[in-house]
């Protein structure tokens, strides 16, 4: 009766050291995959894939509000004024605040990433308790690490970086309000400039409009 009983505590305890000795391996092949090196530069990549993104989408922003700009101080008659430098300062400073908005986002991405990644690999070592091989647990890490980069991808793209000049909208409509008013009105946008050293010299000069 005792010996029967000491087998069974064996094989009992025998059992439960194969089941915690598979725990074990299947802790260790998750934490492998989310610790090598190799995910380490994925995400270093996905971070500088990102920042590139929203650079050039800043820069292109850029592009279109540089070329508003020049027609709006135009329309307004203001070219080569301090209302150009000011509102020049002005598209500078929305353009540095993009610039760290760029590096913010891209930062963020990559935080966004690695937080996925961390949730996932508790999951994993959760299911390694209810019998997760370690094989197996090395493929669905493989498999979420790619869905998840995909998916930050796309959802960062999707997002965007926003409206960075949208502060100058109201300028550029101003603008364009004054010029149909001047096209409704026939109002030119400058009055003739006249030589006073030659009284006779009447012929108008005007500012192209866009």
């Known amino acids: 009766m005792g010996?029967?009983?000491?087998?069974?505590?064996?094989?009992?305890?025998?059992?439960?050291?194969?089941?915690?000795?598979?725990?074990?391996?299947t802790t260790a092949a998750v934490n492998a995959a989310y610790n090598s090196p190799a995910r380490v530069r994925q995400?270093?990549?996905?971070?500088?894939?990102?920042r590139d993104y929203y650079g050039q989408d800043l820069d292109r922003q850029k592009g279109i509000n540089d070329r508003e700009l020049r027609f709006a101080l135009a329309r307004n008659g203001v070219t080569g004024g301090s209302t150009q430098i000011d509102q020049q300062r002005t598209a500078g400073e929305m353009y540095q605040r993009g610039v760290l908005d760029a590096e913010r986002r891209a930062q963020g991405a990559g935080a966004q990433l690695a937080g996925q990644d961390q949730q996932t690999r508790l999951n994993l070592i959760s299911m390694a308790q209810s019998g997760l091989d370690a094989g197996t647990a090395a493929q669905q890490a493989a498999s979420a690490m790619r869905t998840a980069l995909d998916s930050e991808l796309a959802g960062a793209q999707a997002q965007g970086l926003g409206d960075v000049f949208a502060g100058m909208a109201r300028l550029y409509d101003q603008s364009r309000q004054a010029r149909q008013y001047r096209q409704a009105f026939g109002t030119p946008l400058y009055q003739p400039i006249l030589s006073f050293a030659q009284p006779q010299a009447r012929t108008p000069f005007y500012t192209w409009e866009h």
């Open 43 to 50: 995400i270093q990549d996905f971070v500088r894939a990102m």
């Open 3 to 25: 010996s029967g009983s000491n087998r069974a505590q064996q094989q009992a305890q025998q059992a439960e050291q194969q089941r915690q000795a598979q725990i074990d391996a």
